[in-house]
């Protein structure tokens, strides 16, 4: 079975850091291009990050690009995503979902982690 | 950035068809992928490159893509499609995946 499972997230406070991870299993993970969404409560879906499959290519949305850092370790079969100077408008669901490139649709999504930010 | 504009909310009874709409600057040149998030679940493709659906996704979900709109038709509306809809493309003139806002299925 094709799984992504989210990790890592919680209540952390304004100005801290946190970092989620997202581990896959059922498929070959080093072959796959990966990324991160968020959706606050009540609101929409919001891309963060994307990131290639050999760690090539990395690419964040602009309101976020200077608070993230996305990783991947293939040999663990983990996706990472960092992010920094935590607001409160941070506090969201996170999803990380697979797809075959960065123009492709996102395929496989995991459960997603909570992230709130309060202090 | 490249903006998706959808209507907030839609309705249609059982049976009947839903339409969905995603507008956008000549989206007929993208690739158009289709998302339905039922109420606290994770989101699930429904539809990719504006016509294919996913194994597993009923034939009543179709997808069309033309100038300035991508549609999302949900045919012979069950209880079940009440959700929230996403369209979403990858803007390669900034090297962006951008969501729509989301439409909120109800089925009457």
């Known amino acids: 079975e094709v799984l992504l499972v989210e990790s890592g997230g919680g209540l952390v406070k304004p100005g801290g850091s946190v970092r989620l991870s997202c581990a896959a299993s059922g498929f070959t993970f080093s072959s796959y291009h990966m990324n991160w969404v968020r959706q606050a409560p009540g609101k929409g879906l919001e891309w963060v990050s994307s990131l290639s499959s050999n760690t090539g290519f990395i690419y964040h949305a602009d309101s976020l690009k200077a608070r993230i850092t996305i990783s991947r370790d293939n040999a663990k079969n983990s996706l990472y995503l960092k992010v920094s100077d935590l607001r409160a408008e941070d506090t969201a669901v996170y999803y990380c979902?697979?797809?075959?490139?960065?123009?492709?649709?996102?395929?496989?999504w995991g459960q997603g982690t909570v992230v709130t930010v309060s202090s | 950035s490249f903006v998706l504009t959808q209507p907030p909310s839609m309705s249609v009874a059982p049976g009947q068809t839903a339409t969905i709409t995603c507008g956008g600057n000549?989206?007929?040149?993208?690739?158009v992928h289709w998302y339905q998030q039922r109420p606290d679940q994770a989101p699930r493709l429904v539809v990719f490159d504006d016509v294919d659906r996913p194994s597993g996704i009923p034939e009543r979900f179709s997808g069309s893509n033309s100038d300035n709109t991508a549609t999302l038709t949900i045919s012979r509306v069950e209880a079940v499609d009440e959700a929230d809809y996403y369209c979403q493309v990858w803007d390669s003139s900034d090297d962006h995946s951008v969501f729509g806002g989301g439409t909120k299925l109800t089925v009457l």
């Open positions: 979902a697979r797809s075959w490139a960065a123009t492709d649709a996102f395929d496989v």
């Open positions: 000549n989206i007929g040149s993208k690739s």
